[in-house]
């Protein structure tokens, strides 16, 4: 399999790093690698000047792998020596998803904050329990929705619609095809109760996507739906699964997400995003622009009442968001994302999940 089609080791690499401190003034470690966008995660914030001083996994091989790409990296003997070193600022993990909420209260209870893979959570209890959490010991418990986060397309496209390039938000539209690789995956990628259903998962980044671009604090879910469709083999992969929300500001969204990515796509899906104003619309291709050689990706296509315009982003826009992340951990700020967002955003995903679940059982 190439490497443009490998979704769950995807790793974007900045095209110039923008580091906001100096080297030392923020450590963190990166622990638990079951999930491959452990590697995007610390690229994004050794880029912004982070330092990765340990690493762990209760696999020896993977720990080691990890430890030869960040040679500057230490291997851990347990999790609990990185979360009683005062020097780790926070926490970076990738595990199975069912495991992400007890690690990341036990990294909060030991003062470091925490920022996970996507999702989040499996489940509206570990949410609850997390919201407590925070409360108790005021650490954050930041999510990598890397869709959007981790894209140079997605994020302009946020600052394009702050600008007013489109006016007010009407409509969000989100297609999120992937490629499944069956053989690829590891046993728990199957597995319902560990990965919480597929709008809980990846869903999980679209539902983040709608509170960002319509400018929105909440939502209702209108309808959900979840299938296995094409893989009787694997009765617990759901793969196919479909949301429509309106936020609490009046913004219609929809997300479609699946794994029928086609075997002659070159990327891992071709995700795009549409996004509906009164004064224009945007439109996003983040991984690829499909048919045109040689390949580009990062591309926002904007229409408004001046003419059509294409903006290429790659290498252009970078990747603020760890930037700010960094800051908001050593100032105690809330620029990069809010908790309330990153709740939200797993939330709204959990319960459109529960909504498809009951049409299911019904």
Known sequence: MSEARDGMNWAPTAAKPQPVVEKGDFVFASAFFDHGHIFGQTNGLCEAGGVCKWAWDPDPERLDDFCKKYPETKAA????????????????????????????????RAGKDYYTDKSPFTTLEQLEEAKVTVEETGKKYMCDFSERLHTEAGWYAGELIAQGAIGNVIQVLIMAPHNLAKESRPEWFFDKEKYGGILTDIGSHQFEQFLSYAGAKDGVVNYARVDNIANPDKPGLEDYGEASVTTDNGVSCYCRMDWFNPRGHRSWGDGRTFILGTDGY?????????????????????????GEKRIPCSGKIGFPFYGQLILDVLNRSENAMTQAHCFKAAELSMKAQQFADQQNIS
């Open 282 to 306: 945007i439109e996003v291709r983040k991984y690829n622009d499909i048919t045109r050689e040689p390949q580009e990706s990062q591309i926002i296509y904007l229409v408004d009442h001046e």
């Open 77 to 108: 003997t347990s999790f609990e020596q990185i979360l009683q070193d005062p020097e780790v600022h926070m926490v970076t993990a990738a595990a199975v998803p069912s495991d992400r909420c007890a690690i990341g209260l036990k990294t909060l």
